[in-house]
Structures are given as C-alpha cells and as structure tokens.
C-alpha cells in the first residue's frame, strides 16, 4: 500500500516536471511570438560542392565539429549546407549552434582552445575576434588565399594577423533601421526618420495610435541586453550624434559631452517609446516584436530582412529598412558586424576541415546564404546579382553605402571582451535609470586601465 | 573520524602498545580510501585555486606568461566596487529567501504532516516546482513576467490589480524581488520535506500526553514540536543559505551579464571564463570560500551552544 502510494507520488512529479521541460523545450525553439519560417527555402538549394570527388577519394569517411550560427535562421542554413557537403564529400559534419549571446560564444571557445581541445575542428568568429584567436588558428593562405582574393579585401585585411590568414570572411553585418511602412503612411509620414529625435516623435504618435487595438505595441525596439549586441547598438547612437567610437586614435574618448546627451536621450525613451523590458532584449526578441506587428521601428542585423518578409510574418510587405537615424550633429553610420570561418589549430581533421570552410566561403553558398538567410555577402560581386539584391534590398547603394564604424578591437586585442562588457555593462545601467554622468567617467577608467594591459 | 586516529594514551605493557598500534594501522588503512578521495576531490583543487590567486594567470596561457604576484589580486579585490556589489546583492538574496522558504515550509509541512483526506496526492504536488531544473523553471518565469505578452502583467491588468504592464525582471526596483520570488516558489517544497521529515520523528504519544493535560494546540507547537523539530531545523537552514550563497542560474537566466544584480558565483564565472582572468578569479573563488565558511562558522558554533 505505502509502496504503491509512494509509486503515484514519484510518477506524477515526474510526469509534471516532464511536461514542464518539454513545453519549455518546445517553446524555446518556437518562441513565444509565432515564429516565421522562411519562405524561400523552396526556391533555392544548398549549391553542389565543386570537385567533390577528389575531396572524397581522400577524406571521405572523416568526422569534423562545426561551431555554427544559432540566431534567426542560421542554424537551418547551417544544417542544410553541411548536409549537402556531407553527401557530396562523404565527410561528416557535426553541426553545434554556439550561443546566441556572442560574448558567450567567445567564452566557449576561448574555455576549448585553452584546453587545446581537438573537439572543435570548424568555428564561426567573430569580425572582432581574430587578434585574440590568432594563436590558436591554423594559417589558410596556402590553401585558401585564392579564394581569399574574391572577398572584400577590408575584410581579409581584419583575418589576417601577423601575415598568416587565420580566418575567412563568410557573411558581412551591419545595422539597420527596420520600419512600418503601411504605418509610416497611416500616421502620416512620407519618409522615415532622418534623426533620432525624429524617431522618437514618430515612435511615440505610433504608438499611441496604435495601443488602442493592440496593447503590447512598441513604437522602437533595438538591443539594451548587457551583451555584446548592446556595444555595437550604442556606439551607432554615440558615432552618429559625433561622440567618437569609445576609443579613437588609442585613447579612450567614450565620456564625452555628446555621449552623454544621445545616451541620456535614449535612456529618457527606456518604457516610453520602447518597452520597458527593452533593456533585456537580445537579437531574437527585437525580431520577434517587429516580425509580430507590435513595434512600428527596429534596429536590427540584415538578416531579419528575410525573417520579417517570410510567410507567416505578420509584417510581411509592410516594411522597408533605411540608414539609422543620426544625431542633430552627425551622420549616420552602422556598427560593423559579419563572421568569419577558423580551423583549430588542435583539430584532429585540419584538411577536411578547410575542405568544408572553402565550401562554406565560396561564392556560390554565400550567395545561397544571402537568399536564403538575407545575410550580406563577403563578395562585393555578389552586390550585382539580380536574385540577391531583389531579396535584399538593404544592398542598394543608398542603405549599403552608409558609413561604417568598428568596434575598437584593434586598439584592445585579447582584451577586448573585457573592455566590450566594461561598455555594454556601463550603457546598459544608464538604460535602467543611471545618468550618463554617473556612468561614463567609470567606464572610461577601466577602458584606460585595460588599454594599458594591452 | 579523529577519535580513531588519536593515539592512545600512555600504555603501561608492552603488548598493550603493539595491539593499540595494530589497530591505529587498521584504522588509518581504512581511512586511506576516504582521505584519498577526499584530498583529489576537495583539497586539491581548493590548494590549486588557492595558488593560483597569487599569480596573475590568464585563461589563454599562450598570451602573457604566468608570474607570481603576491597578494596583488587581493589587494585589488579589496577595492573592486563590482565585487562588493555581488557580495552585497547575493546576501539580500540570502536573506531574503531564506526566511521565506522557511517560513512558508514550515506552514505547508505542519500542513502536510496533519491527516487528511488526499495527503499522499498534496505531498507530490508540493513537490512539483521543485522538481523542475533550475533553468527550465527560470525561463519559464523570464517569459511569464515579461513586460509585452508576459501571463502575470496580462492578469494583473486585467484583474486592475497592476495599473500597467511591469518590466518585472528589467526594472531595477522589482528585479531583485522577482527573482527572490522565483526562487522562493522553487525550493519551499524542499524546505517543506526537510522540515516535514523532522517532524514524522517527533513520538505521537508526546502530543496525546499534552492533550490530557489541557495544553492547548499552539503551547503544543511552541513548547513540544518547536524544540524537538530544531535538528533538523539547522540543517535545512544550513542547506538553504549555503545554497543560496552560491545561487547562479536563475540570475544567470534573468540578468546575464547585468552588472547592479550580479551575484558573487556570477562574477567570478565572468572574470575567469569572460575574461580570461584565472589569478584574480581564483582570488575572487577564495573570497567566496571564506565567506562561506563564515557562515558555516556561525552556524556550527549556534549547533554546538544548542546542544550544550
């Protein structure tokens, strides 16, 4: 009798926790807002791997680990491409999502290369991390510096370390404005804004329009999480209003009077234009509030483009993306933001690997890449291809050309992950209510005293 | 375990001493498994982690070469405002939820341990918030208290106990409430079982005897069950501020790398694995150790007055 009740007891806790887990589970790959799936997967397929005998005849039969791409669609296309290397190479590839927190990303990968660990053959990194990797990463140019020759040579110029190629561009990152079109023209605007005070004007008519039907509207969503979303976000706010890129010439320049009025600016908006939970917003819930209809403007990465336009988005064919607003002194700009492809240098299948990383970097699986995922090309010729510019429109001239700005990982190296949460944590606390004058003068110290480590 | 390994006192014949030194051999033979395990388990990583707080080495070792430093990690603990605010936040919570969880406990174990119909079925239910991983339970709260499609904000709303929609987790004056509340709806149930195997021990007979003496029930709980419920009492107390001095995850799924609600394991996660920094992070592991142990000081000593 005991036994029995004892056996209901431990079966229904179970159950429960199992039905908790799985729903967690399921939502977490669905998430909350209904998920758009892309439409155009249809329409093209992963491209064939060019001399795909010969690579066979000599690795066939190898397994190789890919840290790959976990935001919006990444992991798809992730999958889809290795499975077509796959069957065309006859060498595994053991697809893994890295976090979608890049700093963490980093975190991973810095905790493997330290145990000089061979579980790791192909990695996705970071425009900002091949200084700190450099050591850790095995040379491409003897076997890819040709391939190397039809990419943007900014780009190879930033992989390579010391004259060894230690990494290849694979997709290009730069930010954007997401706007409702349909709701530009409701409320009466012909153009979106040119300046950010406009943006928060037309932000806040929005959305007051727009909370009588729909309660959880957002006149502006972007990323406030304390991550590295949220320095690449900030340094477009400061940069555009003339505030400098935190650190100019060596130099630490982030407190500075500019800086403080746009940062000041944005926090006075924190819970007014945007929601108030917007300081914990990665790239994914800004996706969804925009792709749901619940913000009338979004700053996100290129490749929500193919999201937001997908079947089951609710604003598909109702929005544009432009150059983000500037300051009432400045101009506009976008963080630069794109990933590389890196062999470890304690992999146990280096050749195979590069085999998988010439695939991934040619030019026809990064044109596959921008149609499918809507990501930017590492191959400017790619800009001319009618098919990808019809689907991404953000490369005409007049979004494209848009100033670039870097993050200031020349000037920090290995340091630069510090430094960026120095950044981000700082700015996220002036987004939960601290004054840019309380915050800015301690970033700036431990920017200074990391700089003098570097 | 000391008490086998003293030697004995001072033998008087000679074959005394050779079978007191046989048995000390035995002893410390069987010992042996015990101390092995224990000094690869617990002792040498606290002494490597003890050495390393005096060097200055860095996760990637191939970059700077590893010094020793003396006490300059230290040195420089002392002044870090960022780990003074960890200690300080990680304490609230400490305290916050410890007297929670025991208080409400307590009430559903006095509860659970009276008879009534559907006990058996009360006792598993309780059980079910604890039994869901930490991060599971953690973002299951993240989207339910969310500010634009979160479930408490709609309800709240609706029912016009809220005004409007709260950023529970991302406004700084109710973040450390609502992970406090997290937790405390998470390890009552745990709190409860402790407290309510402590209170099976307790002889029926005791309160039948009160009975025919006229004491009344709430003399009963103050004067009978209170006192011989204090064992376990102190252990769960123990578990529990242990445990929440090292708490991680739900913050960890809550604020990430937010800086005003980090907690001490968060911040020494991040500068050893974010950072890179293992000698100051191995300082900051043997802050967290001491203060730990502190706690533990205070505790064993208040067991010792007690059973005195």
């Given amino acids: 009798m005991k036994h029995r009740a004892l056996l209901i007891v431990a079966g229904l806790v179970g159950a429960v926790t199992l039905a908790a887990s799985l729903s967690v589970a399921a939502a977490g790959t669905s998430s909350p807002a209904s998920h758009a799936t892309p439409a155009k997967s249809a329409a093209i397929a992963p491209p064939k791997v060019p001399n795909a005998a010969a690579i066979k005849a000599k690795y066939h039969g190898q397994k190789i680990t890919f840290i790959g791409d976990s935001v919006g669609n990444g992991h798809v296309r992730d999958l889809k491409l290795a499975s077509r290397f796959s069957t065309d190479t006859g060498i595994k590839v053991n697809v893994v999502p890295h ?147 935190y650190i100019d ?116 699986v990064e044109r596959f890449d921008a149609i499918f995922n809507s990501n930017v090309p590492t191959i400017p010729s790619l800009a001319f291809d009618k098919a990808v510019v019809r689907t991404n429109p953000y490369l005409k001239p007049a979004t494209a050309s848009v100033a670039r700005v870097a993050r200031p990982s020349k000037f920090l190296k290995t340091h630069y992950n510090e430094a960026s949460k120095a950044i981000y944590q700082g700015i996220n606390q002036i987004l939960n209510g601290a004054s840019a004058s309380s915050q800015l003068p301690q970033i700036k110290s431990k920017l200074q005293q990391i700089l003098q480590g570097a | 375990m000391s008490s086998v390994a003293t030697p004995a006192p001072v033998p008087r014949r000679r074959r005394r001493t050779k079978l007191h030194s046989r048995q000390a051999r035995l002893a410390w033979l069987l010992l042996l498994p015990a101390l092995a395990a224990v000094s690869f388990v617990a002792i040498y990583p606290l002494g490597k982690t003890i050495y390393e707080s005096f060097t200055n080495q860095e996760f990637l070792a191939g970059i700077t070469p590893t010094k020793w430093v003396g006490l300059h990690n230290y040195r420089v603990l002392f002044h870090d405002t960022f780990f003074r605010n960890s200690v300080i936040e990680t304490v609230k919570f400490t305290g916050i939820t410890v007297v929670f969880e025991f208080a409400l406990g307590l009430i559903i174990a006095l509860v659970v341990n009276s008879s009534f119909k559907g006990r058996g079925l009360m006792r598993a239910v309780m059980l079910v918030p604890w039994a869901i991983p930490t991060v599971v339970a953690a973002k299951m709260w993240q989207w339910m208290l969310d500010d634009t499609f979160g479930v408490v904000n709609d309800l709240g709303v609706r029912t016009h106990i809220l005004s409007h929609s709260r950023a529970w987790i991302s406004d700084p004056s109710t973040s450390l409430a609502s992970v406090c509340a997290v937790d405390i709806w998470k390890t009552t149930p745990f709190v409860a079982l402790l407290l309510l195997a402590g209170l099976q021990v307790i002889p029926r007979d005791l309160y039948e005897a009160a009975d025919v003496d006229g004491a009344s029930k709430l003399q009963q709980f103050w004067r009978i069950t209170l006192p011989l419920l204090r064992p376990a009492i102190l252990v769960t107390l123990i578990f529990r501020t242990l445990d929440a001095l090292r708490v991680f995850d739900v913050f960890y799924v809550f604020f990430g790398q937010r800086p005003d609600t980090q907690t001490m394991a968060i911040y020494n996660q991040s500068t050893i694995v974010g950072d890179g920094h293992v000698g100051y992070g191995a300082a900051i592991s043997v802050a967290i150790f001491l203060i730990i142990s502190l706690f533990v000081v205070i505790y064993v000593t208040f067991m010792r007055v007690t059973e005195e």
């Fill in chain 1, 249 to 364: 010439g060596g130099k630490v320049t982030i407190d500075n009077a500019k800086a403080r009025t746009i940062l000041d600016a944005m926090r006075s908006q924190i819970g007014k234009v945007t929601p108030r939970g917007v300081t914990s917003y990665q790239e994914d819930q800004t996706e969804h509030a925009f792709t749901s209809g619940d913000a009338a403007f979004a700053r996100n990465w290129p490749y929500q483009y193919g999201i937001s336009s997908a079947a089951g988005s609710k604003v598909k064919g109702k929005f544009s993306v432009t150059v983000l607003p500037h300051g009432a002194a400045g101009t506009s700009v976008a963080t630069v933001g794109g990933w590389q492809l890196a062999v470890s240098k304690y992999s146990k299948h280096q050749s195979a690997a590069i085999e998988f990383v010439r695939y991934m970097t040619s030019k026809p």
């Fill in chain 1, 99 to 245: 976090p979608a927190a890049s700093d963490q990303a980093y975190a991973d990968l810095v905790r493997n290369f330290s145990q000089k660990s061979s579980s790791i053959d192909v990695a996705m990194i970071d425009v900002v991390w091949p200084g700190a990797f450099a050591p850790y990463l095995v040379n491409l140019k003897p076997k890819l510096a040709k391939q190397a020759k039809i990419h943007a040579a900014g780009i190879v110029g930033a992989d390579t370390v010391g004259g060894k190629l230690v990494a290849m561009p694979w997709f290009g990152d730069f930010g954007l404005l997401y706007y409702r079109t349909d709701l530009l023209k409701k409320y009466g605007y012909k153009a979106p804004p040119k300046t950010w005070s406009d943006l928060f004007k037309m932000a806040a008519k929005i959305q007051a329009g727009e909370r009588k039907t729909n309660s959880s509207f957002s006149g502006f969503v972007f990323q406030g999480n304390a991550y590295e979303g949220l320095t690449c976000n900030a340094l477009e706010w400061i940069a555009s209003a003339g505030g400098g890129h």
